[in-house]
């Protein structure tokens, strides 16, 4: 990382709280990552961590605090000094600035695997079908998988179609890329090709914040784990302090579980 590049995070959450009716989900999330940092989240089923990253995309609203992305707050922009809550446009605006995968892939079954992801950059960001072909011949190389270009999502593996989803989720040039256990849904023996094409995009600099179960990739990969327990960040550092040696009980018991 250049030192220009490490002086402002591109995600800055703040006191992020969000609940659904009395049920209070996150309690107070504070998170900032750099650009060009690989977050990885680790924490029990029912922590938070999905509801966080949905709040981070705006999918779901959060009631207190801030999430910043690119100097920009989440579902408000600044008109004259004072903070409006944003449109739809806006919003639409802000998440192209994100991409998103998920543990269902949910590619479009009637559309080949290039149209699948041109869709976005043509249909919504005006891109030309020229360009967006070229760009989308580049992903494919880049997660392995050009010459699947003309086939269809039930042609593929599960492993090759959650691949797809990255290279559609890159399609917009996204700053920042979510992953929400992106291998869970994958049989044991595609689980490696996913998380192989994982880091390569964190070799590349790619800005990222997985959700994952996966420690070995955690270890590897991350530059910095998260560890969330009940709505909190219970601990956050770097994978051989927070894996290898953790400091809180939860942490501790949590991790056992992978031993
Ligand atoms: P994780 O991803 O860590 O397993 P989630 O963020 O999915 O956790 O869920 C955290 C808590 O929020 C759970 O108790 C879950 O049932 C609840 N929750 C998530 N989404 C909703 C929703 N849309 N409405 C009500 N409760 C929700
Ligand atoms: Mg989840």
């Known amino acids: 990382m250049t030192a220009s590049q490490s002086?402002?995070?591109?995600?800055?959450?703040?006191?992020?709280?969000?609940?659904?009716?009395?049920?209070?989900?996150?309690?107070?999330?504070?998170?900032?990552?750099?650009?060009?940092?690989?977050?990885?989240?680790?924490?029990?089923?029912?922590?938070?961590?999905?509801?966080?990253?949905?709040?981070?995309?705006?999918?779901?609203?959060?009631?207190?605090?801030?999430?910043?992305?690119?100097?920009?707050?989440?579902?408000?922009?600044?008109?004259?000094?004072?903070?409006?809550?944003?449109?739809?446009?806006g919003i639409a605006r802000q998440r192209r600035k994100i991409g998103m995968v998920f543990q269902q892939f949910n590619l479009y079954p009637h559309m080949t695997v290039l149209q699948n992801?041109?869709?976005?950059?043509?249909?919504?960001?005006?891109?030309?079908?020229?360009?967006?072909?070229?760009?989308?011949?580049?992903?494919?190389?880049?997660?392995?998988?050009?010459?699947?270009?003309?086939?269809?999502?039930?042609?593929?593996?599960?492993?090759?179609?959650?691949?797809?989803?990255?290279?559609?989720a890159l399609a917009i040039k996204p700053k920042l890329m979510l992953f929400d256990e992106p291998t869970s849904a994958l049989d044991p023996e595609l689980v490696g090709e996913v998380l192989a094409t994982m880091r390569d995009l964190a070799k590349q600099g790619l800005t990222m914040i997985v959700v994952t179960h996966e420690i070995g990739f955690a270890r590897e990969a991350a530059d910095r784990v998260v560890f969330m327990d009940g709505g909190h960040i219970i601990e956050m550092g770097k994978p051989e302090d927070v894996i290898g040696n953790p400091q809180h009980p939860r942490t501790q018991a949590f991790l056992s579980r992978f031993l």
């Open 117 to 168: 992801i041109i869709e976005a950059p043509i249909g919504i960001h005006g891109e030309s079908r020229k360009d967006a072909i070229a760009n989308a011949m580049r992903l494919l190389e880049r997660v392995g998988l050009s010459e699947k270009a003309e086939n269809y999502p039930r042609q593929l593996s599960g492993g090759q179609q959650q691949r797809v989803a990255i290279a559609r």
């Open 7 to 89: 002086q402002k995070p591109l995600v800055e959450a703040r006191n992020v709280h969000k609940s659904f009716d009395q049920l209070e989900v996150l309690k107070g999330i504070d998170l900032d990552v750099m650009p060009g940092e690989v977050v990885v989240i680790l924490g029990p089923s029912g922590s938070g961590k999905s509801t966080f990253l949905r709040c981070i995309n705006h999918l779901e609203a959060i009631q207190r605090g801030y999430i910043q992305v690119d100097g920009e707050q989440i579902g408000y922009a600044l008109r004259k000094g004072r903070l409006e809550k944003l449109s739809p446009n």
